[in-house]
């Protein structure tokens, strides 16, 4: 096993909020981040998880499932919102 992959894992930002999430559900905390921190940390996670998403497509070779999924998650972004506008 490669320490050094599971130590740069380990300290990754995204994921150690990701655990001190689920820490926090397990040990039945009260927990509460103050709103402006949590508007921050949700967008630095999407920020994050895009960025990793779209350097990982950069060193990809470019395939139609590319296409097929890209296409999917916004036909899904899509649906999702008008759902919710309706059936509310």
Do not use: C, R
């Amino acid at each position: 096993m490669d320490f050094q992959i599971l130590i740069s894992n380990i300290t990754n930002p995204t994921l150690l909020f990701f655990i001190l999430g689920i820490l926090a559900v397990i040990i039945k905390s009260d927990l509460q981040i103050p709103e402006s921190s949590s508007k921050f940390i949700s967008l630095y996670l999407l920020f994050a998880i895009g960025f990793k998403g779209g350097q990982e497509l950069a060193n990809s070779q470019y395939t139609a499932e590319i296409t097929y999924t890209l296409l999917w998650g916004v036909v899904v972004a899509s649906i999702i919102p008008l759902y919710t506008i309706f059936h509310t």
